[in-house]
């Protein structure tokens, strides 16, 4: 059973930086597609980054193209979303994520323009990003 544990979260300015991790207990195969999601207070759960290194994909949300990246390292088992030019429309709870979805688990599929990015079942516990002028 892999498990998700995020970190990297705070409380920034307008226009800073933070760097996200999310570490796994067990491996990342180059077949799993991980992703990076968010949610403010009120609204949905959405994507915001996927990659899938077979076959070698990364997907963006239109909202945060050109400020965001996101990055893998298979080895080290952990997933980095690097986040720049912030604004307080990105405020919320971050969650990690990795495919597949799973039986009894909160699988969501994450759809961009009306196509399935990736189907997810395993989530970390989040961790909160704060965005002040």
């Known amino acids: 059973q892999v498990q998700l544990v995020e970190s990297g979260g705070g409380s920034v300015q307008v226009g800073g930086s933070l760097r996200l991790s999310c570490a796994a207990s067990?491996?990342?195969?180059?077949?799993?597609?991980m992703g990076w999601f968010r949610q403010a207070p009120g609204k949905e759960r959405e994507g915001v980054a996927a990659?899938?290194?077979?076959?070698?994909?990364?997907t963006y949300a239109d909202s945060v193209k050109g400020r965001f990246t996101i990055s893998l390292d298979t080895a080290a088992k952990t997933v980095w979303l690097q986040m720049s030019g912030l604004t307080p429309e990105d405020a919320g709870t971050y969650y990690c994520?990795?495919?597949?979805?799973?039986?009894?688990?909160?699988?969501?599929?994450?759809?961009?323009?009306?196509?399935?990015?990736?189907?997810?079942?395993?989530w970390g516990q989040g961790t909160q990003v704060t965005v002040s002028s």
């Open positions: 994520a990795s495919d597949p979805p799973r039986p009894g688990a909160e699988n969501f599929a994450w759809t961009l323009h009306g196509k399935i990015v990736c189907p997810y079942g395993t």
């Open positions: 067990g491996d990342i195969e180059r077949t799993n597609c």
């Open positions: 990659i899938w290194p077979d076959p070698n994909e990364i």
